[in-house]
């Protein structure tokens, strides 16, 4: 591909530095990423920005003007630039900018001023009723936001950025070094303008030019049924405006849910331990439990906030119930897990006199006065019989 450079600015080519130098001006407040962020109009500012840079120099605006190269590689060839020499508008790219046909690195051009805000994150605390059934919290975050008196672009009133006369708008800067391979061009971040190509001489003074300040503000999130700890919430755009007041982040709300005083939660079930008497282990009874729907449940709601648990008679310590769908709803509302009661029967410790003659005179009417267990008593175990060994 071969272009003109003259065409590419608009002047003639016998115009002079003043008129170069305007034309370029002109075209660069034109097609600059801070204005135009479309990736082809960033391409049209490089082409722009390597035609001034030849153009505005006198020895490399002769050695265009005679087919040579500009930057001294002696790739020049008759007829001028554009008219047949051997090298093309891509050779000279490469070389100004690091292209991969050049000994340099890729070059990118000036970075956007304006660019997306980092995501947020914070956490907050539910409890399981809210995890399980949803919520709607309000909440306050402390992030970025667009500075109200330059609304994002940095600038002072009456000011504006003016392009980089260092790099001339480009963002980089090229650095030459010599070696036994001949001179390599590397590209750099231009250090007057960090890179961005332009510069803010009267930087807001709110926000230091930078187009965003700090603030605290507050928000609504919605948590939906079934999250547990370590869910995150997505609050789109929610989150750091970016730098010269660029579209903002995404906000993460990171959910941890607090210690239910009855209910554990494991995955979507959930379980409880209840604990009863000998007695009414014994005769069997029947418990009122609370649902975990009390926690949330308004006072006139027709919600159901307690169950009956029936322990029958003879449970043991330790038996489970599972109660079908009495846990946690799934993500999404995706089925419920169920509520597994585990029941621990209670064993007296301490009897007054008349208590302890029940339970004997109990004893004695079950059989029960020297309980032997599982054991039978002429049943010797390893050690005996090994003892029994020795002694023989």
Same mark, same amino acid.
């Given at each position: !591909?071969? =272009?003109?450079?003259?065409?590419?600015?608009?002047?003639?080519?016998?115009?002079?530095?003043?008129?170069?130098?305007?034309?370029?001006?002109?075209?660069?407040?034109?097609?600059? #990423?801070?204005?135009?962020?479309?990736? /082809?109009?960033?391409?049209?500012?490089?082409?722009?920005?390597?035609?001034?840079?030849?153009?505005?120099?006198?020895?490399?605006?002769?050695?265009?003007?005679?087919?040579?190269?500009?930057?001294?590689?002696? !790739?020049?060839?008759?007829?001028?630039?554009?008219?047949?020499?051997?090298?093309?508008?891509?050779?000279? !790219?490469?070389?100004?900018?690091?292209?991969?046909?050049?000994?340099? =690195?890729?070059? $990118?051009?000036?970075?956007?001023?304006?660019?997306?805000?980092? +995501?947020?994150?914070?956490?907050? /605390?539910?409890?399981?009723?809210?995890?399980?059934?949803?919520?709607?919290?309000?909440?306050?975050?402390? &992030?970025?936001?667009?500075? /109200?008196?330059?609304?994002?672009?940095?600038?002072?009133?009456?000011?504006?950025?003016?392009?980089?006369? &260092?790099?001339?708008?480009?963002?980089?800067?090229?650095?030459?070094?010599?070696?036994?391979?001949?001179?390599?061009?590397?590209?750099?971040?231009?250090?007057?303008?960090?890179?961005?190509?332009?510069?803010?001489?009267?930087?807001?003074?709110?926000?230091?030019?930078?187009?965003?300040?700090?603030?605290?503000?507050?928000?609504?999130?919605?948590?939906?049924?079934?999250? +547990?700890?370590?869910?995150?919430?997505?609050? *789109?755009?929610?989150?750091?405006?970016?730098?010269?007041?660029?579209?903002?982040?995404?906000?993460?709300?990171?959910?941890?849910?607090?210690?239910?005083?009855?209910?554990?939660?494991?995955?979507?079930?959930? $379980?409880?331990?209840?604990?009863? #008497? !000998? &007695?009414?282990?014994?005769?069997?009874?029947?418990?009122?439990?609370?649902?975990?729907?009390?926690?949330?449940?308004?006072?006139?709601?027709?919600?159901?906030? *307690?169950?009956?648990?029936? @322990?029958?008679?003879?449970? =043991?310590?330790?038996?489970?119930?599972?109660?079908?769908?009495?846990?946690?709803?799934?993500? $999404?509302?995706?089925?419920?897990?169920?509520?597994?009661?585990?029941? @621990?029967?209670?064993?007296?410790?301490?009897?007054?006199?008349? =208590? /302890?003659?029940?339970?004997?005179?109990?004893?004695?009417?079950?059989?029960?006065?020297?309980?032997?267990?599982?054991?039978?008593?002429?049943?010797?175990?390893?050690?005996?019989?090994?003892?029994?060994?020795?002694?023989?």
């Amino acid at each position: !591909m071969r =272009q003109d450079l003259y065409e590419i600015l608009g002047v003639s080519r016998d115009a002079d530095g003043d008129a170069i130098k305007k034309a370029y001006r002109k075209l660069a407040r034109q097609l600059h #990423p801070d204005v135009n962020p479309d990736p /082809e109009t960033q391409d049209k500012f490089k082409e722009v920005s390597l035609a001034y840079e030849v153009l505005s120099d006198p020895q490399k605006r002769a050695s265009y003007d005679r087919g040579g190269d500009p930057f001294g590689g002696g !790739m020049g060839g008759a007829g001028g630039f554009g008219q047949g020499q051997g090298f093309s508008f891509t050779d000279i !790219m490469d070389a100004f900018f690091g292209g991969q046909g050049g000994a340099g =690195q890729a070059g $990118r051009g000036p970075k956007a001023r304006v660019r997306r805000g980092q +995501d947020a994150l914070i956490r907050l /605390e539910i409890e399981l009723a809210e995890a399980a059934f949803g919520v709607t919290r309000e909440i306050k975050v402390d &992030t970025a936001v667009v500075c /109200e008196t330059c609304h994002g672009g940095g600038a002072a009133e009456g000011s504006e950025p003016i392009t980089c006369e &260092t790099c001339r708008g480009a963002g980089e800067v090229a650095h030459v070094q010599r070696s036994f391979l001949g001179e390599i061009r590397t590209l750099r971040p231009c250090a007057a303008c960090r890179g961005f190509g332009s510069i803010i001489p009267d930087p807001c003074r709110d926000c230091a030019g930078d187009g965003r300040v700090r603030s605290r503000r507050g928000l609504t999130v919605k948590i939906p049924a079934g999250v +547990d700890t370590g869910t995150r919430v997505q609050l *789109s755009g929610q989150g750091e405006v970016g730098p010269g007041g660029g579209p903002a982040g995404d906000l993460f709300v990171e959910i941890h849910v607090a210690r239910h005083e009855t209910f554990t939660r494991h995955g979507s079930d959930l $379980r409880c331990t209840v604990t009863v #008497p !000998m &007695t009414a282990a014994a005769l069997g009874v029947t418990l009122t439990l609370p649902t975990l729907e009390a926690d949330v449940a308004d006072a006139d709601s027709d919600v159901d906030t *307690s169950f009956p648990l029936e @322990v029958k008679p003879g449970t =043991q310590s330790g038996s489970e119930q599972v109660l079908r769908a009495k846990g946690v709803p799934g993500l $999404r509302n995706v089925g419920r897990g169920d509520l597994v009661v585990t029941v @621990v029967v209670e064993t007296p410790t301490k009897l007054d006199a008349r =208590q /302890e003659e029940l339970l004997r005179e109990l004893a004695n009417l079950r059989g029960e006065e020297a309980p032997t267990g599982n054991v039978e008593a002429g049943h010797k175990g390893v050690f005996g019989r090994l003892r029994d060994a020795f002694n023989h």
